[in-house]
């Protein structure tokens, strides 16, 4: 025993004398999930998610698989300065005519283009929200900060019910180290006078695409 | 130079001060009624799923409480496997210092900061200044009470009690001595004002080179920080520096990371009324997943304890430990709603500020904590509207007795004191009461005939009385005592049964046994 204990066993030592007596609950908390009856296909939860995107004055653009490069490129104008990461679908990066491809970028370079386009990894149906884990086609978390417009394809097939199913999908994520960006409409405050404005530090136009 | 709580006065005198405020009191109930709309609407929402909602929260915050050694050795277990960097601090001034040597180990005067209560409960701004760093708030609220050289006034929203006319003045004012100025057309359009925001802050977030955070959740299981916000300056802070410290209450851990899913659906709703705040960031410490790094490569965590044990050991109020600090019951308070979140004399204002600051100090301390938990009228509506459940009524009555019993021996003793002993007294022999209910009934008779003021219904009651007893009769009417006590009349009638009109027997079968009086 030394005579000063470290912070650590000291903090740890009154924790465990705070709670002499109290029974652990070893079994993590399983949360209740909305019912619907009768339950919602997974077209309408598609359909809901579009509609709570589009809630926070976000675009939300409905493509067939055929039509997204066609789309994606009406999106871009010749002159604007779009940054794509270096791992994107051949074909998504095919849609931007000249693309500035994300070899690490410092922040200042990257406050000098307009956009970027990515894809995502989860949609969350009920919160409106979509969930970069940060893979090959979605970019290291500055590459979708830092531009005013971020443009981002997400899959039917990606889009959850609620918040448990996303959590469910993202736990491989998680384990394998990734970080996880969630991402419900443009940046926005409602610090002056708690009323809700678009548009503060992060993208102030977020252009959600939607495939299938 | 910024501005602390320290010496603030005891919760009645600055309320007073601030209920005289027109202005303040105007902005309170603008803002916070917008608040309780929102967050009514979304609570409706979910329609029978917000209950139990809520009872899930509480428990994975309780079950995180209840096993808190196990799962904070967890917690370092996880953050150090993933590279971070694990610091304990028992106190605010241990958890400064651990933040002001990895800013000094990198050579930097300047850190650029997500909103955190943490680091303003610990005063680390302070802290750092007087180390020669500069700390920028880069929060919307938080840069107009730092710019304004103000203090904050509510949790989720620290400049609440500013308007935007006012944020502009601070803007035109302030921005230029700290850095980028605000344009000189600068108009009072919200709008107009975030984009102001956005210029200044964005030439700090780009060549700041140590970030400092605070977190909402700490997941035990795999060492993922949550940091959930609004604007993107989050976001700036945590990805673009080289270096993270990251300043987090050993409350703060969450047991597994599925455990996440109901407070990640509670907060945002709670707190903003939005179904989702606009961005949440998770990461577990410094990422370089598939071998490519992903923002700052140097990542500390202080975990902090700062008296969060010595509320854990209060039996009652340790269920204060499970905030979210999402702000709902700030925003639903009556007391709160008039007098605004200085009055409190803590970052930590409203309900939850007035039993978790006596919680982290300890009642019997100083005369300011030990007034707060009396800033309340106990109407229940902070439990109410509480994500984790939290019987804010019941630790404020705990706290109160608490701060009385801390009184017992006091030499001369309080006016309040005497007067329980008193009635303690009288109550305990009934024919001491019959003794008191005589004085008290003559006192009634001269009273009711000085007495200018009337209560509705036209009983006399006293005005302001002189001495202790202006304590209470400084804001309310003391009813002048009834002339005749209910047991001198139980025992003049028998019971009633020789008053006609009146008994009992006569009244059977109807709704009211007793004669209420008409008012004429």
Redesign the interface.
């Known amino acids: 025993m030394t005579a000063h204990r ?3 066993d ?3 030592g ?6 002499a007596g ?4 070893p079994e ?7 019912v619907h009856d009768p339950p919602r296909s997974h077209a309408q939860v598609v359909d809901l998610f579009a509609e ?1 995107v589009a ?2 004055r976000a675009a939300v653009d409905r493509v067939a698989p055929a039509d997204l490069a066609r789309h994606l490129a009406s999106l871009f104008a010749a002159t604007e300065r779009v940054v794509v990461p270096s791992g994107l679908d051949g074909v998504l990066r095919a849609a931007v005519s000249h693309p500035v491809v994300d070899e690490e970028l410092s ?2 370079e990257l ?1 000098t283009v307009d956009a970027v386009l990515t894809t995502a990894c989860v949609g ?1 149906a ?4 979509i969930v970069l884990d ?1 893979g ?1 086609g979605q970019g ?3 590459l979708t ?1 830092v531009p005013d417009r971020h443009v981002c394809v997400v899959h039917a097939d990606q889009v959850v019910p ?3 199913d996303a ?2 999908r ?2 491989t994520s ?22 809700r ?1 678009e ?5 102030r136009v977020l252009h959600v695409v939607l495939v299938g | 130079m910024s501005r602390t709580f320290v010496g603030m006065p005891p919760f009645p005198t600055a309320a007073r001060e601030a209920l005289g405020d027109t202005q303040l009191r105007h902005n309170l109930a603008h803002a916070t009624g917008v608040i309780r709309d929102k967050r009514l609407r979304l609570v409706e929402e979910q329609g029978d799923l917000w209950e139990p909602l809520r009872l899930a929260g509480a428990a994975v915050k309780q079950r995180a409480l209840d096993d808190l050694a196990t799962h904070l050795e967890r917690l370092e277990e996880s953050l150090t496997a993933a590279g971070a960097t694990v610091h304990w601090a028992r106190d605010a001034e241990e958890a400064c210092r651990v933040v002001a040597s990895v800013a000094r180990s990198h050579g930097v005067d300047e850190v650029v900061k997500v909103k955190s209560m943490a680091t303003a409960e610990i005063e680390l701004n302070e802290h750092l200044e007087r180390e020669g760093i500069a700390a920028w708030e880069t929060d919307l609220a938080e840069l107009i009470v730092q710019l304004g050289e103000d203090l904050p006034s509510h949790i989720l929203v620290p400049a609440i009690h500013r308007n935007r006319a006012e944020i502009r003045e601070i803007f035109l004012r302030r921005m230029a001595v700290v850095g980028r100025p605000a344009p000189a057309d600068l108009t009072d359009e919200p709008e107009v004002l975030a984009g102001a925001a956005r210029e200044h802050l964005r030439e700090k977030f780009l060549r700041a080179k140590v970030g400092v955070s605070g977190a909402n959740f700490a997941v035990a299981e795999t060492g993922t920080l949550v940091v959930v916000e609004s604007e993107g300056n989050g976001r700036m802070c945590l990805t673009l520096p080289e270096v993270l410290v990251s300043v987090v209450g050993i409350e703060k851990v969450v047991p597994t990371f599925a455990e996440l899913d109901p407070l990640m659906r509670l907060l945002p709703r709670s707190s903003t009324g939005e179904r989702m705040n606009p961005y949440t960031s998770m990461w577990t410490g410094p990422s370089a997943p598939d071998g490519t790094a992903d923002g700052p490569q140097e990542v500390h965590v202080v975990l902090v304890d700062n008296g969060r044990t010595r509320a854990l050991a209060d039996e009652t109020g340790r269920q204060a430990l499970r905030c979210i600090r999402c702000s709902a019951c700030l925003n639903v308070c009556p007391v709160y709603e008039r007098t605004g979140g200085h009055a409190y004399g803590s970052v930590y204002p409203g309900p939850i500020g007035a039993i978790l600051n006596p919680l982290l100090t300890g009642t019997g301390v100083d005369e300011q904590t030990d007034s707060l938990p009396y800033a309340s009228t106990l109407c229940g509506a902070c439990f109410e509207a509480c994500p984790v459940r939290i019987d804010i009524p019941e630790v404020l009555v705990h706290l109160r007795s608490k701060v009385v019993d801390g009184h017992r021996d006091d030499r001369p003793p309080k006016a309040e004191a005497v007067a329980m002993k008193a009635a303690g007294w009288a109550f305990a022999d009934a024919s001491r009461l019959g003794l008191v209910e005589k004085a008290s009934g003559l006192s009634g008779r001269v009273l009711a005939r000085l007495s200018r003021t009337t209560l509705p219904g036209g009983r006399p009651a006293a005005g302001r009385l002189p001495g202790p007893a202006a304590a209470w009769t400084g804001a309310r009417d003391l009813p002048a005592p009834p002339a005749e006590s209910f047991r001198a009349w139980w025992d003049r009638t028998d019971g009633g049964r020789s008053e006609r009109g009146t008994s009992y027997d006569q009244q059977q079968g109807t709704s009211r046994p007793y004669d209420v009086p008409e008012e004429s």
């Open positions: 470290s912070a650590r000291e903090i740890l009154r924790v465990r004398s705070a709670l109290v029974e652990p609950t993590p908390v399983v949360a209740p999930r909305a709570r809630d926070y922040a200042a406050d969350i009920e919160t409106g929200t940060h090959p290291r978390r500055a900060l609620d918040v448990p959590m469910a993202l736990a998680v384990a394998r180290g990734r970080p996880l960006t969630w991402v419900s409409g443009p940046s926005a405050t409602s610090d002056i006078e708690l009323t404005v548009g503060v530090h992060g993208p």
